[in-house]
């Protein structure tokens, strides 16, 4: 039996590696649309919701120029941002007037239902700590954990902006979409407090160009924000 030469067994090793890291990709990405399908089971209107902030989160992250590996990171954390939303009653979730105090505290527990979950997945550790913290504020008044500015992962502040401009302007059954210059408005006017100045700015870089695009996507039409 012919042995290989050690440049066709360093290519054969070479495939062999493609190979598992072509699997693990498959596999992730598996794992973010079974979840994510999972929030369209929950909720449609929250699955929808994470596919808008998913893009977006990336068009900032890019403008941002961020690594690779972190963008990877942002994509997985805006799509599955809500997941902990799962282990939340519907009567809460769908609830179309004020929140109770006891159900509001429940309600502030999704992101460490979400945290909880994806920490128990190989390659999702970084993600999950990105979703534990989306809820946190640029001046540490968020939770869980209070942190603030910088202490507060860049993931989890562009999820943070997007989050809530997408809420904003989006019809509910229970409301309409707020105008596009109102929900901006109030993005800017929690700049510096709720919201990292430097991520609110350039996401309405985009946001304020692409009017339409946003509209179209968050069930708003613009002749009616206007």
């Not at 929950?42 to 590996?69: C, F, I, Y």
């Not at 992101?111 to 534990?132: C, K, N, S, T």
């Amino acid at each position: 039996m012919l042995a290989l030469s050690p440049a066709k067994n360093g290519a054969s090793d070479s495939l062999k590696v493609k190979r598992a890291e072509e699997q693990i990709s498959a596999l992730r990405t598996s794992v973010i649309c079974a979840f994510n399908q999972l929030l369209d089971l929950k909720d449609l209107n929250t699955g929808v919701h994470s596919t808008r902030l998913a893009e977006w989160g990336m068009r900032v992250g890019q403008e941002l120029g961020l690594e690779e590996p972190v963008l990877q990171n942002l994509e997985i954390a805006a799509l599955l941002h809500d997941i902990g939303k799962v282990g939340v009653p519907d009567a809460i979730l769908r609830k179309p007037g004020k929140l109770e105090a006891d159900e509001y505290a429940l309600m502030k527990k999704h992101p460490e239902y979400g945290w909880a979950v994806l920490r128990m997945l190989p390659g999702f550790e970084r993600a999950a700590l990105d979703i534990l913290h989306h809820h946190e504020t640029f001046d540490g008044h968020g939770y869980p954990a209070g942190l603030k500015e910088t202490e507060v992962p860049i993931v989890s502040r562009i999820v943070s902006v997007i989050d809530a401009f997408d809420a904003m302007v989006s019809s509910r059954p229970y409301r309409k979409g707020l105008p596009f210059e109102e929900a901006v408005r109030r993005l800017i006017v929690a700049s510096g407090t709720q919201f990292d100045p430097v991520v609110v700015q350039c996401f309405l870089s985009f946001a304020q160009t692409e009017m339409a695009g946003v509209f179209a996507a968050a069930g708003t039409s613009v002749s009616s924000a206007l």
